[in-house]
Nanobody
């Protein structure tokens, strides 16, 4: 059974950093793509960053040059390094993984990130 469990969220001041980690119950090599999404109150869930099986990463425009996504095949984690955090980064952050075709999708339960001004 595939389980994704996020950790690393919390409260940080603007300009600070946090590192989110998504622990996966199976080998991350099983997934063609893994992503971080976020959802702020009253807003739709949006893609923050994604990484495919080849290691290519893509980022939302609002986080480019501040966030870095990485996949650790040894620890079976998906990580998100977040630097220079802004109040508008406040949201619940979700880990997402996609496997096979048609794709099976898996979601974590989310971790809260709050950035104070």
């Amino acid at each position: 059974q595939v389980q994704l469990v996020e950790s690393g969220g919390g409260l940080v001041q603007a300009g600070g950093s946090l590192r989110l980690s998504c622990s996966v119950s199976v080998s991350v090599s099983r997934f063609s793509a893994m992503d971080w999404y976020r959802q702020a109150p009253g807003k739709q869930r949006e893609l923050v960053a994604g990484i495919n099986s080849g290691g290519s990463a893509n980022y939302g425009d609002s986080v480019k040059d501040r966030f870095t996504i990485s996949r650790d095949y040894g620890l079976n984690t998906l990580d998100l390094q977040m630097n220079n955090l802004k109040p508008e980064d406040t949201a619940v952050y979700y880990c997402h993984a996609r496997q096979g075709w048609p794709p099976h999708e898996f979601w974590g339960q989310g971790t809260q990130v709050t950035v104070s001004s």
